[in-house]
């Protein structure tokens, strides 16, 4: 690896980004951006918390050596559901771990979990289903960890395949309510450079959020994404410029923001 030249940390000078992330998952797309000489303003537009009822996923946990795959939707469900297990036991040797994205298997990683399944160039549920592993699954008992609600799309399509597949449900999503005088006034004095998002709820929140009296200059805003999903449900939002991520990570982030500046500054 190349080390980083006087340019390199200079990439990101003189613009500002709104970092959306929930608040303790924000610091290290905060520090890459800082890195490169980059300002950033956060809002968090997600909050965690515990799920209504966290009984059902109790009681899958407490069978967990019944099943043959556990996947991890998100990081936020690798830490909720390893807090649950440490204090109710330890992992079962017999169940291979799938992560669905790069975060996600650093996530288990750091805690300890050896990932076993997860995709290889895209991050997303398409990518982890393509996978060999996830093809030749008849009769196999799948769990899949996640917060309240969400797509369908991987345990219909493991369903599909003959798989026996269950939820456990460790957090919900909520809205936080929280000031946004900051945001506003930086958004309306046409300070804010561009936005990044995550998810889908993440970007209904933010436009919900900041209202309709002071949309204007949110949708006026360059939006940077990592899903086409999300990049569909900013056009149907009437966001006027929104950019694709390559890679659905915080590298993937910043590389986009390289990239995207580099051009402005053209």
């Known amino acids: 690896m190349r080390s980083m030249t006087a340019d390199d940390l200079k990439a990101l000078q003189n613009i500002l980004v709104l970092v959306t992330r929930p608040a303790h998952q924000a610091q290290a797309l905060c520090d890459k951006i800082t890195a490169l000489s980059g300002s950033i303003l956060r809002l968090p537009v997600i909050e965690i918390a515990d799920p209504h009822n966290i009984a059902p996923a109790l009681e899958l946990i407490e069978r967990l050596d019944t099943f043959d795959i556990a996947v991890f939707i998100s990081a936020n469900a690798v830490e909720r559901t390893h807090a649950l297990i440490t204090a109710h036991g330890i992992w079962p040797q017999n169940v291979k771990i799938a992560a669905v994205g790069k975060h996600t298997a650093a996530t288990l990683q750091h805690l300890g979990m050896p990932v076993d399944i997860r995709p290889h160039q ?74 990044t998002v995550t998810s889908n709820e993440s970007l209904q929140n933010l436009y919900d959020m900041l209202g309709e009296q002071n949309r204007r200059w949110l949708l006026d805003t360059p939006l940077l994404v990592i899903a086409q999903r999300t990049a569909e449900l900013a056009q149907k939002l009437g966001f006027k410029t929104t950019i694709t991520a390559k890679q659905a990570s915080d590298q993937g982030l910043v590389d986009a923001l390289k990239e995207w500046y580099a051009i402005q500054a053209q």
């Open 122 to 195: 895209q991050f997303n549920s398409e990518a982890l289903l393509a996978v060999n592993e996830m093809q030749h699954i008849k009769n196999k008992h799948i769990i899949i960890f996640r917060g309240e609600g969400g797509r369908e799309l991987l345990a219909q399509t493991l369903a599909q395949r003959g798989a026996h597949v269950v939820y456990a449900e460790v957090y919900r999503r909520v809205k936080p309510a929280i000031e946004i005088n900051t945001v506003q006034q930086a958004g309306m004095a046409g300070k804010i450079h561009i936005i």
